[in-house]
């Protein structure tokens, strides 16, 4: 997961909190057991401080996932600490909810808050 792909531009409100949510319903990646491709949701939430992250790029960074053989827990930690690293934002959460398999779904969330 290259997280040098991810682009940023600049905040034009940086002195106003607000939420952006971004949701991806199509995420895939590829269990590290099995080998067998795993399917998700992945949604992130975040207040912006001086950068915003650019959409496009963050397609490109999830497409990254696609062969990976990664644990849900460690994709859920893995891309909240890769935008806390560039956006170095007031506040992210990751949440990721996964499709069943053997009958058993499973969804992760994980939150930053910039201390004050």
């Given at each position: ?6 682009e ?22 590829v ?8 399917f998700?949701?992945?949604t992130?939430r975040y ?5 915003c ?31 806390v690293?560039?956006?170095q ?21 994980v939150?930053?808050s910039?201390?004050?």
């Open positions: 997961m290259k997280k040098e792909i991810l940023l531009f600049d905040n034009t409100y940086p002195n106003r909190d607000y939420t952006i949510e971004i949701v991806n319903p199509e995420f895939t990646s269990c590290p057991k099995t080998g067998l491709p795993d998700g949701t992945v992130i207040v912006p401080d001086k950068t992250i650019e959409l496009k790029s963050l397609k490109y960074y999830f497409l990254e996932f696609r062969n990976a053989g990664i644990f849900y827990e460690n994709i859920t930690n893995k891309i909240l600490d890769d935008l690293e560039l956006l934002p007031r506040s992210l959460s990751v949440i990721t909810e996964w499709k069943a398999r053997g009958g058993i779904t499973e969804t992760v969330s939150h930053y910039s201390p004050l």
